[in-house]
């Protein structure tokens, strides 16, 4: 079996584009001087992991290529937006990539192994700290922009990504290495947040991090810039011009388990769930890692934003909900300075 044979099961099993590379990743000093700047935030896991990031060989010994494949889900450059609604990430509107994803990336290995049943093979889809833009960058699958996601040629970024190592020493692919940005600072400018510098996102300000992997207060500076968004953030996808209509795009195919099924929630609906709620709601989703507290946290933050954007009919219901936590003896601290941080923003 040669690489093309490889590639050509990876297609086989539905994924969208493959490449093979060095198990090496392109950049790990730059990732190391992000988690020394503290840009990780609360993600204490990348710090004590940075380690493995950089060296393959402690996820599997003797791993001397990665085969990188991605599944592509729909996107778009705007969507319609229902009144006091909270909008998710859409990659996970439908099933949850850490399952469906890592489920054929792992039949992918069995077929590797049992064709070399003398190489070793490992399935990565944030299973382990492993940096798979810069992997899949360097397997010529497509190229990192200044937002930091990988860029597939006439396809654009809308794609989850993941890794297989191996200790085969299959012919790798050729490098995409042009700047697919050029002078376009797009996503720079459309952050509200200002979480984006080139090739660089500061965790601590992205609402991404902010809404799924931050677990204390939403810094008060920070709250109007989540606009409408409970879970995830799409907003640097959504202006990059790599993402903007084309034929191409319009015939790309979706991998079937990530097409949408929900785009968001009813923010007060979320603000008025229970623990069993949540679980219901986020039953197979990329999301159910998201915890309850975070996302009536987030839902707060949100209708607030809906109040002082003008939705003044909202406002007496959110103050009775603010009400509530304030006078509930087990409200977190973490809603409570939320609350406190809503009732300034709402006098």
């Known amino acids: 079996m040669n690489s093309e044979q490889v590639r050509a099961i990876a297609l086989e099993l539905g994924f969208g584009s493959v490449g093979i590379g060095p198990s090496i990743p392109k950049r790990p000093e730059a990732h190391h001087a992000w988690i020394e700047a503290g840009c990780h935030g609360e993600m204490a896991w990348m710090e004590s992991h940075r380690d493995v990031a950089a060296d393959p060989d402690l996820v599997l010994p003797g791993a001397i290529r990665a085969i990188c494949v991605l599944d592509r889900y729909p996107g778009s450059a705007s969507e319609d937006v229902p009144p006091r609604f909270g909008r998710v990430a859409r990659y996970a509107r439908g099933q949850d990539y850490h399952v469906h994803t890592l489920k054929r990336l792992q039949q992918f290995a069995e077929r590797l192994s049992s064709a070399f049943p003398d ?68 996503c720079i400018e459309a952050c509200p947040t200002d979480a984006i510098e080139p090739w660089k996102v500061d965790a601590r300000r992205c609402i991404s991090y902010l809404t799924l992997e931050h677990r204390s207060a939403i810094p008060a500076g920070l709250h109007e810039g989540l606009g409408d968004w409970l879970a995830g953030c799409d907003i640097c996808q959504e202006v990059c011009p790599h993402n903007q209509p084309t034929t191409a795009r319009a015939n790309t195919p979706h991998a079937e388990s990530l097409k949408p099924g929900r785009q968001g929630f009813d923010l007060l609906e979320v603000l008025g769930w229970t623990e069993e709620d949540r679980r219901v709601a986020f039953q197979g989703s990329a999301l159910k890692r998201v915890k309850y507290d975070a996302l009536k946290r987030n839902a707060l933050i949100l209708l607030t934003n809906k109040v002082c954007q003008g939705d003044l009919e909202v406002k007496p219901t959110l103050l009775e909900h603010l009400q509530d936590i304030e006078q509930s003896a087990n409200a977190s601290e973490v809603l409570r300075e939320t609350v406190r941080v809503c009732r300034l923003r709402l006098e």
């Open 119 to 186: 190489g070793a093979f490992r399935a990565c889809v944030d299973t382990v700290p492993l940096l798979e833009r810069d992997l899949a960058s360097g397997a010529g699958v497509g190229r990192v922009g200044k937002h930091t996601l990988l860029i597939e040629p006439k396809r654009g970024s809308w794609a989850v990504l993941g890794v297989l190592l191996t200790t085969v020493p299959f012919e790798m692919d050729a490098t995409l290495n042009e700047d697919p940005c050029g002078t376009c600072t797009r």
